[in-house]
């Protein structure tokens, strides 16, 4: 067991000596108005033979209400033992708001128990949208009254109903003729999360000891996808939670038993203490990218 300060030291972020692991957290902006979305850099720096164990970071706890975490990018190597990320945020309260606790799962050799980084605490000022008190209205003209006969008007409106109800008639014609388009969901998410893929695989054959985090990052991948295109409400859901709740159109060519495959082998390696060989990994990482490339071809619009 580590001595308590130096825990301590570690867990809030305060460096305890020259390169020790630290989480810092700034805001691109110290003031904001409510409601508006606040980005904040994320840092981590880790000693030499550290492992980061979770390269996705969350709250150490529920935020207040209030207070709303918009969004939280996976983390990307900078070399050195540093990475680096963004998450965004939203205060929904005037006046000084402490930034939520973010947290990140960490080891300090492979094969010791886990450990938590945290950040020193952050707060951020939160302006109102009018001014205090009771601000007068500025460039509001009085209501003027309409020129012309009454009968232009009531022209106009019979004019404007007949429209609407023509086109009305008009869509559902269409509707019965079947000659509605089919739409189909936009595969800009399956490129992006095939970028993402490509990240994590070249971070992982340059550490040469990503087996864990490059697990737990491919099923972030998976999931983040799956809630931007609608699949998901949230990222939250265990494995048989989303499989659930696929669509028909990727469920697929076995798109269930492949997405369930797929976060079920990062299960086993987060909370089974799997550790599969480079050449495993590697294959984990062929199934995913085959799993995305064939959910974007399905998304694709068809070709007329």
């Given amino acids: ?35 508006d979305p606040i980005a904040f850099d994320i840092t981590v720096r880790l000693r030499p033979g550290n492992e980061l164990i979770d390269v996705y970071p969350r709250t150490l706890v ?11 990018d996976t983390l990307r190597p900078a070399g050195n033992g540093v990475y680096r990320g963004k998450a965004r945020m939203a205060f929904y309260r005037v006046g000084p708001q402490p930034v939520p606790t973010l947290a990140l799962l960490y080891r300090a050799a492979p094969g010791d128990p886990p450990d938590t980084l945290l950040h020193m605490p952050v707060s951020i000022e939160i302006t ?7 601000p007068p209205l500025r460039d509001i003209k009085p209501l003027q009254p309409l020129g012309g006969p009454v009968w232009i008007q009531v022209t106009a409106l019979v004019a404007l ?9 008009r869509r559902g014609r269409r509707r019965n003729l079947g000659t509605a388009e089919p739409v189909a969901p936009l ?5 992006a999360a095939l970028a993402r893929l490509a990240a994590l695989e070249s971070a992982s054959r340059a550490s040469g000891n990503g087996i864990l985090p490059l697990y737990s990052g491919v099923a972030d991948v998976v999931r983040d996808c799956l809630r931007q295109v609608g699949a998901i409400p949230h990222a939250g859901l265990t494995t048989d939670e989303v499989g659930e709740r696929l669509p028909g159109w990727l469920a697929t060519a076995d798109g269930r038993g492949r997405c369930h495959a797929v976060l079920a082998e990062a299960d086993l390696v987060k909370f089974a203490r799997v550790r599969p060989d480079l050449s495993t990994a590697a294959e984990h990482l062929a199934r995913t990218r085959a799993l995305l490339e064939g959910w974007r071809d399905a998304a694709a619009p068809p070709v007329p």
């Fill in 187 to 191: 595969s800009g998410p399956f490129d």
């Fill in 1 to 35: 067991m580590r001595p308590l300060p130096l825990l301590l030291l570690v867990a809030a972020g305060i460096p305890a000596g020259a390169g020790a692991q630290s989480l810092e957290i700034r805001a691109e902006r110290g003031k904001a108005t409510i409601g």
């Fill in 62 to 72: 529920q935020p207040p209400k209030g207070i709303r975490v918009l969004s939280a």
């Fill in 128 to 134: 109102p949208i009018l001014e205090a008190g009771n």
């Fill in 161 to 169: 109903v007949a429209g609407a109800f023509y086109w009305l008639w």
